[in-house]
Every structure is written in C-alpha cells, then in structure tokens.
C-alpha cells in the first residue's frame, strides 16, 4: 500500500483541521493505519490508529478528546478530525500504515502549523 497525506495547513489556537491519507492499492481495508507526528527537534510519536474494521482506535493521552481518527475503505482513505489546537501540536504529520505489527508503510508528511 501507498500513502499520500494531505491538508495540513497554519491555523490558530483552538481551531481546526482535518488531515486525509489516501492509499494505493486494493488490499487498505485489511490494514491497521494510523497518524505519527514529529516537532522540531524531536522524535517521530505516535498519535492516533484506528483497525482495519474501524471497530477500534487508540490515542495518545496528549490527543484524546480533541482528536478524532476515521477510515472510510470505500473510498481508501483515512482522517484525523484535530479540534481546539494548540501551539504545541505543531508539527509534520504522517499516516502510516501496519504491516505484521510494524510501522513500515509510510506517507509523506503534511505540516501542522497551529500559531497562539
């Protein structure tokens, strides 16, 4: 499967955006997939996944509640709904996706740019 991330863009302080990652390939329903994100000098974390059913997704303790993970496998794609933003949710966002339990497909990135 291949990836491609899009709708990054600059936003305020509380406000929104919704990321869409769009895959390649026949098989997307059969994936688990999910966001990462990497700040300025640090580290690649994770952010959001979501199983192939949609049935289940996970998020990291900094995201819960504001953001929303979704997949449509109709249309190959995958979403991250981001509400009430803050400065330090800037970032270059990437969609991944699991292959035998590991993060080994990835998109390109989208930039974040939340201003206060």
């Known amino acids: 499967v291949q990836l491609q991330a899009s709708g990054g863009g600059l936003v305020q302080a509380g406000g929104s955006l919704r990321l869409s990652c769009a895959a390649s390939g026949r098989t997307f329903s059969s994936y688990v997939v999910g966001w990462f994100r990497q700040a300025p000098g640090k580290e690649r974390e994770f952010v959001a996944s979501?199983?192939?059913?949609?049935?289940?997704?996970s998020y990291a303790d900094s995201v819960k509640g504001r953001f929303t993970i979704t997949r449509d496998n109709a249309k190959n794609t995958m979403y991250l709904q981001m509400n009430s933003l803050k400065p330090e949710d800037t970032a270059v966002y990437y969609c991944?996706?699991?292959?035998?339990?590991?993060?080994?497909?990835w998109g390109q990135g989208t930039l974040v740019t939340v201003s206060s």
């Open positions: 979501i199983t192939w059913s949609g049935g289940s997704t």
């Open positions: 991944a996706a699991q292959v035998g339990g590991r993060w080994t497909r």
